[in-house]
């Protein structure tokens, strides 16, 4: 299907209009509306890889994976009709979680709209709750211009998913060729970034001078707008605290002597929390302030001080009433409040947040070690995060399900660098996100060892993606851990039923086999005096690996969830 001299058709204009916005990866799922846009991918020269899933709602999460570790919109695309229902998981958590993730959708005929065609579904009305920005294009020539849109609506401001739907029909249409053309900016994100007022920054500074006990509370806005240099300079000049949520984490080193580590329901623990608790100031930065963070607004009380950094007007003041709101993009926010402090050489003061935190981490990882080091079977989850900190290279990406493994790894993991190293998906907190997510990181990031780590559970909603992986021959180790059961669930039915555990448990599965049949070399581990080695193993192998764990299950361990304690 050669060009035309002055025009394309429309299948032919979208994918180089993905190629004017530097995409290099789709990630996707063939049917029939797609026909035009697959014949156009083959048929055209470009540098766009297209990687085949089994299932359109792991494309969009390899999207996301892609998206986090990149900074680029990731981009995802699946038919109409079940492939349009089976995407959205993945759209609404990117969109929730400020990730860039375009999702094209293909449909049927403009031509056989309301004559009850196969697949026919309103895809406009459906998505357009769960995107920032969402177009069903209904003639070809606007194509170019709907792509530019949805790049653009993804990268600026707070960034978020996109929806474009192409019908069969259009994609046949012309297009001319003056109209394909980019806006380079809006190939990665944040873009067009806007700056905060020089009156805020002074207030913010003024509020956080008069404090005794602040803490500064990130949520994931630090690391998408990549602030991690401006926050260390900030913490380590003040020596104040610095708490994260799980999505958070990375924008500190938790190495780092300033990094007290997650607080919140999940992931928190009771020793974390007392610097939140006791804080006269609590600095929010990149973070909503959502139920998990605050333990469903158990801390900060009402009427605690509050100053709220954010570049999403709507987050700000609407959990707590704030005293200074600093809008603007966290990345300039922070240079301007160092630049300010600059100037106040002779009013800074240290706020005691090493010392402080040096006796938190003390006490915290006292009672990890009791269990770390036991030799219990089933395997403790603490041992298995334990085994991981020593082996895992300092740059390893690290993806996990909202399950068994998010609490343990978020309390007790040690990221040694500050950044996306830790990804898993918190805003609708969705089972079988990491096995998918995980191969979309490594095509993002190639030269970093992939581990992603879920629950059996979990394993048992995407495994059949593991033929992608093998295919695509990314030397990514899955981590399970197996209990044999909805384990969050039943550890809940535990807390809040008084035991009266209902449908969550499910048989025993050979995990390890299951991925061997794929291709995967696999280990099963239930001797906690194998645990190294087969983890060990695992790393070092050169292809996609898995090491299924029999570990103990929820509801009988000392889990770091805060509904679950005391």
Known sequence: MAERLNSLNGAQSLVRMLEEHKVEHIFGLCGDTTLPFYDAMFSLEHNIKHVLTRDERSAAYMADGYSRVTGKPGVCEGP????ATYILPGLIEANESSYAVLAITTDISVASYGKYPLTEVDQSNLMSPLTKWNRVITRAEHIPRMVRGAFRAMTTG??????????YDIQYDQVPLEDIWADGAHSYYPSRRTGPEDAVIEAAADAISSAKKPIIVCGGGVV????????????????????TSISGQGSLAET??????????????DQTWELLERADLVIFM???????????????????????????????????????????????SLDALNKEFDKRKQDLQGFGGALAIADIKKRKFEIFNQHAESTDAPIRPERIIATLNKLLPEDATIVSDPGTSCPYFSAYFQLPKAGRYFITNRAHGALGYSL????????????????ALMGDGSFGFTCGELETVVRCKAPIT????????????????????????????????????????YG???WSVSDPAKLDQSLQAALRHDGPSLVDILSQPLEESNAPVRRWMG
């Not at 998408?224 to 708490?243: N, Y």
């Not at 100053?307 to 959990?319: E, K, L, R, T, Y």
């Open 80 to 83: 109409s009709g079940g492939g």
């Open 158 to 167: 707070r960034s978020g998913s996109a929806h474009i739907g192409l019908p």
């Open 224 to 243: 998408i707008a990549g602030a991690e240099a401006a926050l260390q300079r900030l913490a380590t000049r003040l020596d104040i605290p610095v708490a």
């Open 256 to 269: 780092h002597a300033n990094c007290v580590g997650v607080v919140g329901s999940n992931g928190g623990t």
């Open 286 to 332: 990149g973070c909503r302030a959502g139920s998990t963070t605050t333990a469903r607004w158990e801390a900060p009380k009402p009427g605690a001080r509050i100053v709220h950094f954010d570049n999403d007007p709507m987050v700000i003041g609407a959990n707590y009433k704030t005293e200074v709101g600093v809008l603007g993009d966290l990345r300039l």
């Open 436 to 451: 998918s997510a995980a191969l979309g990181a490594w095509f993002g990031r190639p030269q970093s060892k992939v581990v």
């Open 478 to 517: 899955f981590v399970v851990f197996s209990n044999s059961a909805f384990g969050w669930i039943k550890a809940s039915q535990e807390a809040d039923c008084d035991k009266r555990y209902y449908n969550v448990d499910f048989d025993r599965v050979d995990h390890a086999s299951i991925a061997s049949a």
């Open 520 to 522: 995967v070399k696999s």
